[in-house]
């Protein structure tokens, strides 16, 4: 890890690792479940997996002592957290991870989510935009194409760099759109400073796009991380939907689902199109295309 110039206060850092201590299932680190009164480990089982007294740990989370690089590393690994919760408990602490790099793993709450909701259009991506999977619902809207772009299933170079023919928006709709990815690619910029190719896709995007580096250069406030869009199928029909960004934070993954008004002519067309889909619950998708 490499100490940065700025960082968030102890406070922060010592609020974070208790909900990551008391959201800790014992039995994965080794411990047994029963006789507990608390969720997750206590601040003695914390101390002693990671090689301190539990004062300490108790100094950590009422922000009275702040954690070294080394410690950081500790309380990490005694907890077995995952790469997203490490990278936030070391930009808490001040710090960086030199190879710290966008999380891709399609954790089981995503996966859950994909599964419990086939008749929700639904995709689900890293901090960077980047397309992880998509379910059934989305597929049949026939909404993603595969241009030959090397970020070609990336949301945000799909919106400034390689707009979608069958895809459409307010102008309203659109700026709010704009807005959310432009604030989502800045914040994981600041989370994982050494993602060489996060850093090549901004400012491969900001050199393409004068909306984007407008944005870059003066952040438009995000109102509701939600817009409206229209997907015309192949049959010429078309389908008016809501799209809402949802954070899983623990993979530090996102989901969009794409819903409609209740009881609209929109959601009559989509019950049609997602009634006749058919294949997997869940798609994961790569950088060339889904499989």
Same mark, same amino acid.
């Given at each position: /890890? !490499?100490?940065?110039?700025?960082?968030?206060?102890?406070?922060? *850092?010592?609020?974070?690792?208790?909900?990551?201590?008391?959201?800790?299932?014992?039995? $994965?680190?080794?411990?047994?479940?029963?006789?507990?009164?608390?969720?997750?480990?206590?601040?003695?089982?914390?101390?002693?997996?990671?090689? /301190?007294?539990?004062?300490? =740990? @108790?100094?950590?989370?009422?922000?009275?002592?702040?954690?070294?690089?080394?410690?950081?590393?500790? %309380?990490?690994?005694?907890?077995? %957290?995952?790469?997203? #919760?490490?990278?936030?408990?070391?930009?808490?602490?001040?710090?960086?991870?030199?190879?710290?790099?966008?999380?891709?793993?399609?954790?089981?709450?995503?996966?859950?989510?994909?599964?419990? *909701?086939?008749?929700?259009?639904?995709?689900? $991506?890293?901090?960077? /935009?980047?397309?992880v999977a998509v379910n059934s619902g989305f597929l049949a809207l026939e909404?993603?194409?595969?241009?030959?772009?090397?970020?070609?299933?990336? =949301?945000?170079? @799909?919106? *400034?760099?390689?707009? *979608?023919?069958?895809?459409?928006?307010?102008?309203?709709?659109?700026?709010?759109?704009?807005?959310?990815?432009?604030?989502?690619?800045?914040?994981?910029?600041?989370?994982?400073?050494?993602?060489?190719?996060?850093?090549?896709? =901004? #400012?491969?995007?900001? !050199?393409?796009? @004068?909306?984007?580096?407008?944005?870059?250069?003066?952040?438009?406030?995000?109102?509701?991380?939600?817009?409206?869009?229209?997907? $015309?199928?192949? #049959?010429?029909?078309?389908? !008016?939907?809501? +799209?809402?960004?949802?954070?899983?934070? +623990? #993979?530090?993954?996102?989901? =969009? /689902?794409?819903?409609a008004a209740p009881g609209s002519r929109d959601a009559t067309r989509l019950?049609?199109?997602?009634?006749?889909?058919?294949?997997?619950? %869940?798609?994961?998708?790569?950088? $060339?295309?889904? +499989?």
């Amino acid at each position: /890890m !490499t100490r940065q110039g700025f960082g968030a206060t102890r406070q922060e *850092f010592g609020a974070a690792l208790r909900r990551v201590r008391e959201g800790t299932d014992p039995t $994965t680190v080794g411990l047994p479940a029963g006789g507990r009164r608390v969720p997750g480990l206590r601040r003695e089982e914390l101390g002693e997996l990671a090689g /301190m007294s539990a004062d300490y =740990v @108790r100094r950590l989370e009422q922000g009275r002592s702040h954690p070294s690089a080394g410690v950081v590393n500790a %309380v990490a690994r005694a907890l077995r %957290v995952g790469r997203a #919760d490490y990278e936030r408990l070391s930009a808490l602490a001040g710090y960086a991870a030199a190879d710290g790099q966008v999380p891709t793993d399609l954790g089981p709450g995503a996966t859950r989510l994909l599964e419990r *909701f086939p008749d929700t259009p639904m995709i689900v $991506t890293d901090a960077a /935009m980047n397309v992880v999977a998509v379910n059934s619902g989305f597929l049949a809207l026939e909404h993603w194409d595969l241009p030959g772009e090397r970020w070609e299933w990336n =949301v945000a170079w @799909r919106i *400034f760099c390689h707009p *979608f023919t069958a895809f459409q928006q307010s102008d309203a709709d659109a700026t709010a759109h704009e807005a959310i990815q432009a604030a989502q690619l800045r914040a994981a910029l600041l989370r994982y400073p050494g993602d060489a190719s996060l850093a090549a896709l =901004v #400012d491969e995007m900001r !050199t393409r796009s @004068r909306r984007l580096d407008t944005l870059w250069r003066a952040p438009r406030p995000v109102g509701a991380y939600e817009s409206s869009a229209t997907f $015309t199928q192949s #049959d010429g029909d078309s389908v !008016t939907l809501v +799209g809402n960004l949802i954070a899983i934070p +623990g #993979d530090d993954l996102a989901a =969009v /689902m794409l819903t409609a008004a209740p009881g609209s002519r929109d959601a009559t067309r989509l019950a049609e199109v997602v009634g006749a889909a058919d294949g997997p619950a %869940v798609v994961r998708v790569g950088q $060339t295309g889904p +499989g």
